[in-house]
């Protein structure tokens, strides 16, 4: 057996999101089904870093599962690649130790969110950025960012629908705000995320990028410790997870 | 009774082309059905530049339909979007004299056809772009195009499954092709095109970017009038209906 490590890119329009659930197409359902059938027919299992949700795209997810055949890694690239749908990327294959696991062994992600800030809509980008017609004070939303930084209980910038026990501490090292022609790219990088953290950062710091609220809210926010203070959640179709870290 | 011409956006993805037919989602009847709603029933049919096929893209088509409806032309805009999918979008409005024909008047047409020319498929761009994965001679492109440019009997560019019954010929004022980074970009303006026209033109061109053919071999096609004797169609999902001309 041998342990095999994939990072994907895909465009999570058509899909349910990454986690097989009864009901909908995911991600993780095509990837398994495609090894599946490379196996000939042996139910083949993958690990995530984690889970994306309907909607969400990916640039650099990985998982890793482990495989009888033994081929090299630029075969299996191609190999699975032909059994994917064409909304799936195997950008790259290594394979990895037997004890190397693509979830718990994360030292960090960064997720970007793109927003398209046209007046008027870009039909050809609706499922890959979110449309924000009016102006936004870049300023404000730089300076907001410098707030999120740092280590902090994120526990207003959590889904209340999310299952998670443990607290709500997490290490946020980087988190910026650029201005390319129409599109505004958020960046952020940190050693874990919370459910809906990304989305629901990006639609605080578009609230205050309208003047809706000063910069220095982020800090109430992190101190209040409850969802109902920050702002609302980002629509999926921006989101994209762009990298995963490990040592 | 007020004449109104529409410019118009759509994204062919998922449509069976422009053109009302038995079977398959089409443009025209997404735009007429928002229409007879808007006229309470009243089925309101309109008359476009010209139909594009399946997959095939427009960024400003015209369209016009005479409506006994007095609003504004911006009110007009924002009632028929409202009534729209998210992949048509209405651009511009205007009221035109009673006798405007958006088929009958055109006076010419650029179409656009977008490449992408990286190693990797970008999975983000696959309905909109063709991805063409080899180096291609960007040098040879542009003198192809030079030959195409003038008056010509167009019919080794033209489908066989065309019902034109005049004659092939027309005048290409303007072809062109970029690379910007790694976007390949052909414009073709022109008195009118045949059916498949800048899609074999393409098709024809990525041949002789490859160096398959020399780039004087499109006067030999030209001057063959045989179908068989041009290239390959290039995909439907790389081409954009531009700008059509009125004068």
Redesign the interface.
């Known amino acids: 057996m041998e342990r095999i490590c994939c990072t994907i ?3 999570g329009t058509n899909y349910s999101g990454y986690q097989i659930q009864t009901n909908g197409r995911t991600v993780q359902e095509q990837i398994e089904k495609a090894l599946t059938k490379m196996h000939k027919g042996t139910p083949i299992r993958i690990i995530a870093s984690g889970r994306t949700d309907a909607g969400v ?1 990916a640039m650099g997810q990985v998982v890793h599962f482990d495989s009888s055949i033994i081929i090299e890694e630029h075969q299996w690239k191609k190999a699975l690649q032909t059994l994917l749908p ?4 195997i ?1 790259h294959v290594e394979k990895v130790a037997s004890d190397f696991h693509a979830q718990h062994q994360t030292t960090g992600k960064e997720y970007r969110y793109y927003v398209f800030n046209g007046k ?2 870009d ?2 980008k ?1 499922h ?1 950025r979110y449309h924000v017609p009016y102006n936004l004070d870049m300023k404000a939303i730089k300076k907001a960012c410098t707030y999120i930084e740092g280590t902090h209980d994120f526990t207003s910038f959590c889904s209340m629908k999310t299952h998670l026990k443990g607290d709500k501490v997490r290490t946020i090292t980087y988190a910026s705000c650029e201005k390319i022609e129409n599109e505004i790219i958020f960046t952020f990088r940190g050693d874990g995320f919370l459910y809906n953290m990304v989305r629901i950062l990006v639609g605080t710091l578009l609230d205050i990028g309208q003047g809706n609220n000063p910069p220095e809210i982020i800090e109430e926010m992190i101190d209040a410790k409850d969802r109902r203070r920050a702002g609302k959640t980002a629509p999926p179709q921006g989101l994209f997870l762009w990298k995963v870290d490990y040592n």
């Open positions: 890119q895909y465009d795209h064409a909304d799936i990327y950008s008027e809509p039909i050809f609706r890959i």
